[in-house]
Nanobody, 116 residues
């Protein structure tokens, strides 16, 4: 059974930074595509960033230039470095992954709140 556990969320002021972490277990991490989605109150869950096994990265337009996804295969962990945070980044952030594409496994989510 695959398990994804996020950490690193919290409250930050506008312009601040946070780094989210997602530790994976129960799978061969090096063969998994990983990514991050987020869901704000009253809105649909949306893509933030993904990263393939070959390190190809994809970002939502809202994340480009501010967020960076990375992975440490030795630690079975994927990260999301978020800089220049805005109030509209406030959401629950979910780690996701899958054998070839994301969206198969999901974490429980971590809250990110950006105060103005």
């Amino acid at each position: 059974q695959v398990r994804l556990v996020e950490s690193g969320g919290g409250l930050v002021q506008t312009g601040g930074s946070l780094r989210l972490s997602c530790a994976a277990s129960g799978t061969i991490f090096t063969l998994a595509a990983m990514g991050w989605y987020r869901q704000a109150p009253g809105k649909q869950r949306e893509l933030v960033a993904t990263m393939t096994t070959s390190s190809t990265r994809n970002y939502a337009d809202s994340a480009k230039g501010r967020f960076t996804i990375s992975r440490d295969n030795a630690k079975n962990t994927v990260y999301l470095q978020m800089n220049s945070l805005k109030p509209e980044d406030t959401a629950v952030y979910y780690c996701t992954g899958g054998p070839k594409v994301v969206g198969i496994w999901w974490g429980q989510g971590t809250q990110v709140t950006v105060s103005s």
